[in-house]
């Protein structure tokens, strides 16, 4: 089989690069591995539950990812949060502190200390950082914010969005907008109350009725026959014209280009012969395993009003939990009347060594812990773990060298593209558009390349 384009991997990364190039006229084919497309994006419906083993929304305050839904006829069927959305919730050694989402929420609330609130508030009296070494998210925001802040919000904040720790992941890497904001207003509280002017991205997180899940659909649904699920890629080889797709049940296929969309360290050993460079880039971005434990109540369990998002953890070795979210107050629909369902993340860069716990343990664990914060009395009427063994990839320092040695793959090997959550955010919208600017540079060296796919005496030509 020969095509123009073989994109490897179907979750969103995959997909959407796929569709753009589908778009721009391309023969492109998508081989996944398991047998169903969508990789994390899963939403699974039981009992009446909902229940999101992955993603649970996407922001869509920028204006290029609104385009992105409005592009799949996908923005009138999009849901907002719900309206008892009211509070962001932080846990500590003390409890749940319930923070009002208005921009003064944090200097309001007792969380901090009072010295804690001051430091956080003179954050815009702080110089601009001047040198071009590399931070840590922690080093930065205690920088800016001071120590307490760091320690009590944004390495709770890591530990939600990348399931990773402060102190090793790389600010540029991680959070490039916050470094950015400083560099460009010289204080993130200038560059915040910007994007309430409208110069500046804020947030706004939206879901579908039928969950997450719909993005992955509707993508899957529009390549139809182009997706091949079940066809694992097993080797990649490079021709005179493009490349040799070796699958575990597919054959062989030919392609002028081919663009990896799986897990890092699976590009790592497609890529070992092929471009070591790329290779050791991709083996050092560490994905540490996650579960997600998802309870459902009858909501006379419950005395809280999980009136918020839910709540993020401080690190404490004594618990399981490092985020939790109140799917059922976020979106309608996530569980039968009358009940509500949270879920619980464990594991990641804290804690990889819980995520080994029976799924019964879990259960027990999470719904004790849950018990105490939230006022819970006897077990959840449902219960499902999922397991990531690779979770989300840790952009720890060194990340910008690493995906610059990623992104320019293609001018070792051309015709070599790789996309992912690896690279530019781990969020959807972060995927999206690094699948746009992908397929965009496939575009371009199709267009530069002579001629078509070798014909089969071409193959033995092929070099490893
Ligand atoms: C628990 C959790 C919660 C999250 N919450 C949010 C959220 O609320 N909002 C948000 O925006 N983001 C969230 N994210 C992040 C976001 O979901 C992911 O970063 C994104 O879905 C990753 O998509 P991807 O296509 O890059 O990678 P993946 O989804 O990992 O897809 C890679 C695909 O490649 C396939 N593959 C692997 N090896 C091969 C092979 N040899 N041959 C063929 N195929 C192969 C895999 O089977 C998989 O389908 C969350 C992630 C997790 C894990």
Aim: charged share 20%.
């Amino acid at each position: 089989m020969n095509c123009d384009v073989v994109v490897i991997g179907a979750g969103i990364s995959g997909l959407s690069c796929a569709h753009d190039l589908m778009l721009q006229g391309h023969d492109v084919r998508i081989l996944e591995r398991q047998t169903s497309t969508g990789g994390n994006a899963r939403s699974v419906h039981f009992d009446g539950f909902l229940m999101e083993q992955g993603p649970s929304t996407i922001n869509v305050a920028y204006p290029s990812a609104i385009n992105h839904i409005r592009e799949l006829d996908l923005e009138n069927s999009a849901r907002e949060l719900g309206p008892n959305v009211r509070k962001r919730y932080l846990r500590d050694s003390r409890g749940l502190h319930g923070i009002s989402v208005h921009p003064m929420g944090f200097f309001l609330s007792g969380y901090l200390s009072l010295g804690e609130r001051l430091a956080m508030a003179s954050e815009f009296l702080q110089p601009r950082k001047s040198d071009k070494t590399e931070e840590t998210i922690h080093q930065f925001a205690s920088r800016r914010f001071g120590t307490g802040f760091a320690d009590k919000v944004i390495d709770p904040l890591a530990a939600g969005i990348f399931m990773g720790d402060s102190k090793s992941l790389s600010i540029a890497g991680a959070f490039p907008k916050l470094a950015e904001l400083e560099q460009r207003h010289g204080s993130i509280i200038r560059g915040i109350l910007a994007s309430k002017r409208g110069t500046e991205p804020g947030r706004r997180l939206l879901s579908w009725d039928s969950g997450i899940g719909t993005l992955s659909r509707t993508l899957t649904q529009r390549l139809g026959t182009r997706i091949n699920t079940g066809t694992a890629v097993l080797k990649l080889t490079r021709t005179t014209s493009g490349f040799k797709i070796s699958t575990a049940n597919t054959g062989t296929i030919r392609a002028r280009a081919v663009v990896l969309a799986v897990q890092p360290h699976v590009a790592a050993a497609l890529l070992e012969n092929l471009d070591p460079e790329s290779a050791d880039a991709t083996g050092a971005i560490a994905a540490p395993p996650i579960a997600v434990t998802y309870l459902g109540y009858h909501k006379n369990q419950i005395t809280h009003e999980l009136d918020g998002l839910g709540f993020l953890s401080t690190k404490n070795e004594g618990q399981i939990i490092s985020g939790a979210q109140f799917c059922s107050t976020m979106f309608d629909g996530r569980a039968p009347a009358d009940h509500v369902a949270i879920s619980c993340y464990i594991g990641g860069s804290r804690s990889p060594e819980k995520t080994s716990l029976p799924d019964k343990e879990l259960s027990t664990l999470v719904n004790q812990e849950l018990s105490g914060l939230l006022g819970i009395k006897g077990s959840p009427v449902v219960s499902r773990t999922h397991h990531w063994p690779r979770g989300l990839p840790q952009y720890t320092l060194g990340h910008e060298n690493r995906r610059k040695i990623i992104e320019t793959a293609h001018q070792r090997i051309p015709g070599l593209f790789m996309t992912g959550n690896f690279l530019k955010g781990v969020s959807i919208i972060n995927c999206l558009e690094s699948a746009r600017t992908t397929a965009n540079l496939v575009c371009t060296s199709l267009e530069m390349k002579d001629g078509g796919v070798e014909d089969e005496s071409a193959s033995n030509m092929a070099q490893n």
